[in-house]
């Protein structure tokens, strides 16, 4: 079974049909310690750049992974407003089918917001190792 989660109406109400229209926009940050891609290539976005990404169509479908850098850990997506998958800790499915024809929807979309997605990465601290400490033998060993 996949634990890949789709982005529901429910956590962002119409946030996920934002990127259904000409002129909606899909902007990913990525700070440093890792990558944000597509899982099919598609889109790939490196440490430290912010990547715009037109959505023209209803037939968007993508799916993003937070790939970590080595010596960081994927905690989760960015929790704040106007951001995409928001907490979430796996893979961001971002789909704009089924929304045609919907004139809510639409009229929404024709405000040519920008929404993000962003990782967020943590770096793993790593502890020097302990000293070995070799001690004289003591009398009777």
């Known amino acids: 079974m996949h ?17 259904a229209l000409t002129g909606c926009n899909l902007e990913i940050r990525v700070p440093q310690g890792g990558t ?25 479908d993508q799916t993003f992974v937070a790939e970590p850098a080595m010596g960081y850990y994927f905690s989760s997506w960015r929790d704040k407003d106007g951001y995409l998958c928001a907490g979430e800790t796996g893979p961001c499915r971002l789909a704009t089918a089924g929304y045609e024809g919907n004139p809510e929807v639409q009229a929404f979309l024709e405000s040519d917001q920008t929404f ?4 967020r990465f943590v770096l793993i ?16 060993d």
Not at 5 to 18: C, E, M, N, P, Q
Not at 36 to 56: M, P
Not at 116 to 119: A, I, K, M, Q
């Open 36 to 60: 944000v891609r597509s899982t099919d290539g598609a889109y790939v976005c490196e440490a430290g750049q912010t990547c715009v990404i037109s959505v023209v169509d209803f037939f968007f």
């Open 125 to 140: 601290l790593q502890c020097p190792e302990p000293e070995i400490v070799i001690s004289p033998a003591m009398p009777g």
């Open 3 to 19: 634990n890949h989660r789709v982005f529901s109406l429910s956590r962002g109400l119409l946030a996920l049909t934002l990127l």
């Open 116 to 119: 993000s997605l962003e990782p």
